[in-house]
């Protein structure tokens, strides 16, 4: 179809020749103004899949310096834009084409929605009049994606592209991240027209992404703060998001609050620091979860209150008053009603408080927190007697002090393994673990280290996943060794779908259904793909696999075959308060008891 | 109770869509929800009234303002606004019943505008409680078939939603003509 030319021909009129080629070198096509405005947003890399409606723009990718990663599924492009968003402050970019294309997408999208990380999805679409003809891979997209985008746009004329591209982008990591998806039209993507950069600044009348608080707002807030005696920072995703690490540091030190962190929040306040209590919630650690209970004055600062961390809600935190501080104004009272809020930017709401916070006196608060730990440490798997067996928690601490001290980022999948690098993996460094919080994606995992180690090359990035997880996106390893990229990845394999059989132990008497589960040869699959791997059974063998993985040049796998039926403790059961905890049994008593 | 919000909206295609998808997936009642032109032609007007508590309604307003496309939100609940909801009625009427149903129409300042053999057609213009009025008066003659719009709402005074507040409160002492129209009845 010469759109193109016809364009131009048509605009000319009678014009002669030369004239006409001197317009032509002013206008560009929809396609060209895609990878321009790409560019110019500092886009480096772009994870995606070629198609028919999308076509026109891979043919004009040969004139730009953007590299394209080829996935082998589009699910993979999405979680790796995200993952690249994770890892850097960037925001990523996937790119398919419509219909199956697209919808492939949806998963990543609503994984990178519930995180609020700020990717932008590109999709072609059906030329603009067969828009609603149900034509050869049409999906309403747009439609599609409504409630899981921060929002997204349908293009179908090449002069809405600049500026819609802009948009994308701003609206994309201003304010709570997330994603955007904006859908080409074919011929908006074939079709010309001038492109001025500076004119197609953004119009978004109705965007508010700067509010910050009032003075009595604040004034509320530091009263509460200076007036408790037993209180709680609930550090969450937005200090990673907002870059507050340095000034939760300072508040927490100049107040001697103690600080306990939520799942996406890990490596925002180093895991090292005495005043850090450690993950709070479902799988945190009992203690946490005992003093939040207990606690006079809950300080949030850009966490949800999900019902992860939360446990039930009628019993949640009952003496506590409630500050809480994030960007987005619909989260405030939605699962838990707070006393004072502070709306804005949690950096520069910091930036506002710390000169006027007053040093706490804690310490008594701190030493019944600790008390409160009881017989955590005789509890915990590490300590346990030595079995034989190869326990989950083993692989990941291992993992943890072989890597310690360096520039490594963990990527995990969505399960138990999930929660025991949660438990056991010390991060002390922002943007050290990316994971699927929210939406608990599993099949995350690998492909969103793939992006993190494109955004990211210098870093170690490890991915810890599940057998089950794994196996949803293994295809992306062909992507992996495409790109030679140096990943080590450690498949935590108990031959369950873990989590659920946990579940199914707990609460559903031991009825193993559908969880089970066959994997191939992990170790020779590797090896079709030239990827070099190990298998590992015995603990004795963890250190020296990590470290041969870590010497090897090019990406490495390894099997670690670990106890089938272990859970993850403690465990708040759904729907439970949150100090009623599911304990992993403290076998001196019980040994004692069987005597 | 039901809540009256007006949402000034960008005119973008889909935009409807996005505030209607928004109060599905927040699993928030919408009991009627008008959307029209305004004074500006880059902008539309919704009138929404939801079934709602004072909290959902403040994050019904926080998530109307998440949405790119929503340029402005004001609750007119319980405020001075003119509120008009516009109702067809198509009632039956015999002969002998018409003269006293062109009463009813008159009482309740109506407007017949169409007559058949054996209906007739009134359209009715007020505040919600008006219009329930004249649709209980009607009910024994048999009501064919009726139509409603759903309310537009408007605060009232000199006050643009758009400006801000009023810098002088001149909105108290405009008159109450809807008020008149009540009592009327």
Redesign the interface.
Known sequence: MPVVQCDVRFSLGNSGRRYEKEVKRMLKTGAEILWECLAREGVAHVFGYPGGAILPAYDALKHSKIHHVLVRHEQGATHMADGYARASGRVGVAIATSGPGATNMVTGIATAMMDSSPIVCITGQVGSKLIGSDAFQETDITGVTLPITKHNYLVTHASELARTIREAFYVARTGRPGPVLVDITKDAQQSSCEFDWEAAKPQLLGYRPDLSPTAQEYAQALKLIQDAKRPVILAGHGILLSGAMQEVRELVERTGIPLSLTLLGLGAFPASHPLNLGMMGMHGEAWVNHAIQEADLLLALGMRFDDRVTGSLKTYAPQAKKVQVDIDPTEINKNVKVDVALIGDLREILRVMLPRIQPTDCSEWRGHIDRLKGDAAVRDIQNLPDSGHLYAAHVISDLWRETRGGNTVVVTDVGQHQMWEAQYFKHEEPHSLITSGGLGTMGFALPAAIGAKVARPEAEVWVVVGDGGFQMTMAELATLVQEELKINIAIINNGYLGMVRQWQEFFYERNYQSTPLLSPNFAKLAEAYGIRSAVVTERSQVVPAVHSAREHDGPVLIDFQVEQEDSVYPMVAAGAALHEMIRRPNPIVETAEDK | MLRTLVVH??NK??VL??VA?LFR?RAFNIDSLTVGRTEKPEVSRMTITVDADD?QT??IE??L????????VENLTNQRAIVRDLAMIKVAAKHEERSHLLQLVGVFRARVVDVAPESLTIEITGAEEKIDGLLEALEPFGVLEMVRTGIVAMRRGNKSSIQGPPATELAEMSPDTDNDDLQSV
């Open positions: 909206v960008e295609p889909g869509t996005r998808s997936r909290d403040r994050r926080a998530s303002y998440k949405l790119v496309n929503v340029l402005l």
